[in-house]
Nanobody, 125 residues
Framework: VQLQAYGGGLVQTGGSLKLSCTAS????????MAWFRQAPGKEREFVAV????????NYVDAVKGRFTFSKDNSKNTVYLQINSLKPEDTAFYFC???????????????????WGQGTLVTVSS
C-alpha cells in the first residue's frame, strides 16, 4: 500500500495550492480519507476528513472556509484545495487512510491504517 502525496510548494500569503494524494494497493472509496499536517517542532494535527459512507467532509476550525477536501474514486485520488494561505499553514501535509470504524475517530493519528510521505507547504509572509 502506498499513498503518494504531492502538490506542495512555496507560496505567498493569500495564495493557493492544490494537494493531491494518489493511492495504490487500496481503494480510497473504501476508506475514510484524511489530511493531517505537521509544522516544525509541533505534533501532527488533523486537518480534514472525507468519509467513505457519505462523502461528507469535516474540517478543523482553523481551515474552515479556506480548505476544500474532495476525491475522485476513478483516479483513486483525494485532493485538498487550500486557499487564502496564511504563514501558520506552513507544514508538511500528510494524507492518511482509515478503515471505517465504530466509534468514529477522525482526529487521532493512531487510528489510521496507512500514511503518505508528506508534501511541504511553505507560506511566506
Amino acid at each position: 500500500v502506498q499513498l503518494q502525496a504531492y502538490g506542495g510548494g512555496l507560496v505567498q500569503t493569500g495564495g493557493s495550492l492544490k494537494l493531491s494524494c494518489t493511492a495504490s494497493g487500496i481503494h480510497v472509496r473504501l476508506y475514510d480519507m484524511a489530511w493531517f499536517r505537521q509544522a516544525p517542532g509541533k505534533e501532527r494535527e488533523f486537518v480534514a476528513v472525507i468519509t467513505m459512507m457519505t462523502g461528507s467532509t469535516n474540517y478543523v476550525d482553523a481551515v474552515k472556509g479556506r480548505f476544500t477536501f474532495s476525491k475522485d474514486n476513478s483516479k483513486n485520488t483525494v485532493y485538498l484545495q487550500i486557499n487564502s494561505l496564511k504563514p501558520e499553514d506552513t507544514a508538511f501535509y500528510f494524507c492518511a487512510a482509515q478503515l471505517p470504524r465504530d466509534p468514529k475517530n477522525y482526529e487521532a493519528v493512531g487510528t489510521y491504517n496507512y500514511w503518505g510521505q508528506g508534501t511541504l507547504v511553505t507560506v511566506s509572509s
